[in-house]
Nanobody, 120 residues
């Protein structure tokens, strides 16, 4: 198992930046595909970015070129750098650790979420 705790959310003006962090314990982030998801009011939770064990990244079209996911094995954490934020980026952001072996998704772990609000 892995325990995940997010931090770094808050209120930012349009065009601004935020950096979200996800600290992991009980297990190493290098053992999982790590991702960030977000959920806006009235909408389903959606993938924002993923970083696989092998180092491959994938982003939602809406954040490509603006968001960057990275992993720090020393700190056992994953971060999401968010630039050029827009009001439509407002949501609760969740860190996810997916245990995938031989192409099979065996388990998912979630953080408690952190609120990001983009408003003037």
């Amino acid at each position: 198992q892995v325990q995940l705790v997010e931090s770094g959310g808050g209120l930012v003006q349009p065009g601004g930046s935020l950096r979200l962090s996800c600290a992991a314990s009980e297990s190493s982030v290098s053992d999982y595909d790590m991702g960030w998801y977000r959920q806006a009011p009235g909408e389903q939770r959606a993938l924002v970015a993923v970083l696989t064990r092998g180092g491959t990244t994938n982003y939602a079209d809406s954040v490509k070129g603006r968001f960057t996911i990275s992993r720090d094995n020393t700190e056992n954490s994953v971060s999401l750098q968010m630039n050029s934020l827009q009001p439509e980026d407002t949501a609760v952001y969740y860190c996810n650790a997916a245990l995938i072996r031989a192409g099979v998704r065996l388990d998912d772990y979630w953080g408690q979420g952190t609120q990001v609000t983009v408003s003037s």
